[in-house]
T-cell receptor, first 114, second 113 residues
Framework: GNSVTQMEGPVTLSEEAFLTINCTYTATGYPSLFWYVQYPGEGLQLLLKATKADDKGSNKGFEATYRKETTSFHLEKGSVQVSDSAVYFCALIPGGGSNYKLTFGKGTLLTVNP | NAGVTQTPKFQVLKTGQSMTLQCAQDMNHEYMSWYRQDPGMGLRLIHY???????DQGEVPNGYNVSRSTTEDFPLRLLSAAPSQTSVYFCASSQRGLNTEAFFGQGTRLTVV
């Protein structure tokens, strides 16, 4: 079946530090990959996505590259801010699927201190 | 824009009680889903719908019922609440098509005592 494994954290960083959250996946075919973010007290929001190998998704200074050879989709940001404190979820839908059936990782709590 | 609206935001139930979690979206999305979020488990799919009158089971459907009589509404029913159903529940909707963005409600925090 499909699965997503991401580093569980929690991750605590100082402002302006570099962020990496690792995500690897297991899926048949060519899945589409997503990062969702959940700010305190809110629902999930799409942060970025990539739908084929070697695609790079980017948004709000965050980036992730779809690596088929390593089945990975690691999230990175060069300089985090306090406002980036949130829970980050890596997710996939299988190739040819639709996103009413997202498979999520367990989430990574990020805390950024001033 | 309201987006996806869930009610109530918080609920405490006694074991054996029933209740309905409401979800409504105003974006004319065909796809809707219910997930539960538990510590250390991420989000798991309970039920989903690809259009009015069409529903199907997800990963963890036991103890829950759904119906989709209109495009806008997708209520989740707990038939006889159990402590194992203590969780945060999220409703999501999206347009028909591949890789479209899923929009989530703010969640319902349910405690079963």
């Amino acid at each position: 079946g499909n699965s997503v494994t991401q580093m569980e954290g929690p991750v605590t960083l100082s402002e302006e530090a570099f962020l990496t959250i690792n995500c690897t996946y297991t899926a048949t075919g060519y899945p589409s990959l997503f990062w969702y973010v959940q700010y305190p007290g809110e629902g999930l929001q799409l942060l970025l996505k990539a739908t084929k190998a070697d695609d790079k998704g980017s948004n709000k200074g965050f980036e992730a590259t779809y690596r088929k050879e390593t089945t990975s989709f690691h999230l990175e940001k060069g300089s985090v801010q306090v406002s980036d404190s949130a829970v980050y979820f890596c997710a996939l839908i299988p190739g040819g699927g639709s996103n009413y059936k997202l498979t999520f990782g367990k989430g990574t709590l990020l805390t950024v201190n001033p | 824009n309201a987006g996806v609206t869930q009610t109530p935001k918080f609920q405490v139930l006694k074991t054996g009680q029933s209740m309905t979690l409401q979800c409504a979206q105003d974006m004319n999305h065909e796809y809707m889903s219910w997930y539960r979020q538990d510590p250390g488990m991420g989000l798991r799919l309970i039920h989903y719908s690809v259009g009015a009158g069409i529903t199907d089971q997800g990963e963890v459907p036991n103890g829950y019922n759904v119906s989709r009589s209109t495009t806008e509404d997708f209520p989740l029913r707990l038939l006889s609440a159990a402590p194992s159903q203590t969780s945060v529940y999220f409703c999501a909707s999206s347009q028909r098509g591949l890789n479209t963005e899923a929009f989530f409600g703010q969640g319902t925090r349910l405690t079963v005592v």
